[in-house]
């Protein structure tokens, strides 16, 4: 008796938790009657759960998708402690979150259950074969949205080559490390126009950092500390804008599972509110008569004894390129995103309530702009 892995996911690179994750495997034992595949999936020393199913199609194969299964081992909750208000020639924060926040490991043990033992029991066989496998918390946009990825980037994020920031806002960026280390690069760099912002070794995982207190225009790369390699593995140029209004930038995940930022030019506040309240008579026995006032205060008759309120948000972009559109698409689907005050150098969670996003052309649209609401949070008023 054998297992054979015919497919797994590695053999197709960066595979998504998002999505479908498809095993497939073979047994000698396929064609006797009864029989059916086990698999057990592990997360470390952890039994995640037991599936059986029976073979599979005309070459009896076992076939299992454990996409939802292994989707439960991220631990992605917040964003971490940025900084956000440091410049960048002060020192920047660079942050790596890698285990259970952009990827998660686990493991199969491919079995069998195949006739039964001498005491008249199904005879399981669960450990003939098992693989160590690793999914990330991406998600591949569709190829219509005019996105063709071939692996993962080193900087992660689709934000166009030539984007722009605002005078005050954080500009946050995410880094592929791991690679890194297969350019033989014992430490890596990161410069802003020349200067280096900071030199971090390679690990696995994300690398993200906010770069402040950018002044003109700016070219980013990522280069090796070796003063002999002088190759410029990753760059990005931002262009310098003014806004009259205040601007507010949302950081979010993207379709990487890496941290990136938007900056808005404009943003309205907004209120819904909701009264608790009930009807009341609005007259009162004063002595042997009815009024309906006291001195010169008149009496309720609808009566308000709470509430409460929510506040939102009409984001504003300024003119946008169809590059950018394209980008800000995972903005508007992103499960996790924050909005920066900088008042109070605090990053709110922020919901976006947008159902509907569509994706304009510079070339059709001369002057299209984006507007995005957002609910920031809901709060009690006063109970009577």
């Not at 280069?223 to 310098?240: E, W």
């Not at 949302?250 to 990136?260: E, P, R």
């Not at 930022?261 to 907004?270: D, E, M, Q, R, W």
């Not at 605090?346 to 309530?353: E, W």
Request: aromatic letters at 14%.
């Amino acid at each position: 008796m054998a297992i054979t892995i015919k497919s797994a996911p590695q053999a197709s690179g960066f595979v998504s938790a998002n999505e479908d994750v498809w095993h497939v495997v073979d047994s000698t034992n396929k064609d006797i009657i009864g029989f059916k595949y086990i698999f057990d999936i592990y997360k470390g020393v952890d039994l995640l759960t037991r599936v059986t199913n029976s073979p599979y199609g005309d070459d009896g194969y076992g076939v299992i998708n454990v996409g939802n299964i292994v989707r439960s081992g991220f631990t992605v909750d917040t964003i971490g402690d940025l900084n956000l208000t440091t410049s960048y020639t002060s020192g920047t924060t660079v942050i790596n979150q890698s285990t259970d926040f952009w990827f998660t490991n686990y493991v199969i043990n491919y079995g069998e259950i195949c006739g039964v033992t001498n005491a008249g029991a199904p005879n399981v066989l669960a450990d003939l074969a098992s693989g160590t496998y690793r999914v990330y918390n991406t998600y591949n946009r569709h190829p219509i949205h005019g996105y063709s990825p071939s692996g993962m980037p080193l900087i992660l994020s689709n934000r166009p080559n030539e984007s722009n920031f605002y005078d005050g806002q954080p500009v946050v960026i995410s880094i592929n490390s791991e690679p890194l280390k297969f350019y033989v690069i014992s430490d890596y760099e990161f410069y802003v126009n020349n200067t280096l912002a900071f030199d971090k070794q390679p690990e696995p995982g994300i690398d993200y950092f906010s770069l402040n207190g950018l002044s003109g225009d700016c070219t980013l790369t990522i280069k090796s500390d070796d003063v002999l390699d002088t190759t410029i593995y990753g760059s990005r140029i931002l262009k310098r804008r003014c806004s009259k209004y205040k601007p507010y930038t949302l950081i979010f995940l993207n379709t990487y599972g890496a941290w990136d930022s938007f900056t808005f030019v404009n943003g309205n506040i907004l209120t819904d509110n909701e009264k608790k309240r009930f009807e009341q008579m609005e007259w009162r026995l004063n002595g042997f008569n009815m009024v309906n006032k006291n001195g010169k205060v008149r009496y309720e008759g609808m009566r308000t004894y709470g509430g409460d309120f929510k506040t939102k948000m009409k984001l504003t972009t300024d003119l946008l390129s169809t590059e950018e559109y394209k980008w800000l698409f995972e903005l508007i689907v992103s499960p996790l995103v924050y909005l920066w005050d900088k008042d109070s150098s605090l990053l709110h969670p922020v919901q976006i309530t947008d159902t509907n996003y569509e994706m304009k052309n510079s070339l059709q649209n001369k002057s299209e702009f984006l507007e995005v609401n957002i609910d920031v949070y809901k709060q009690n008023t006063q109970y009577r």
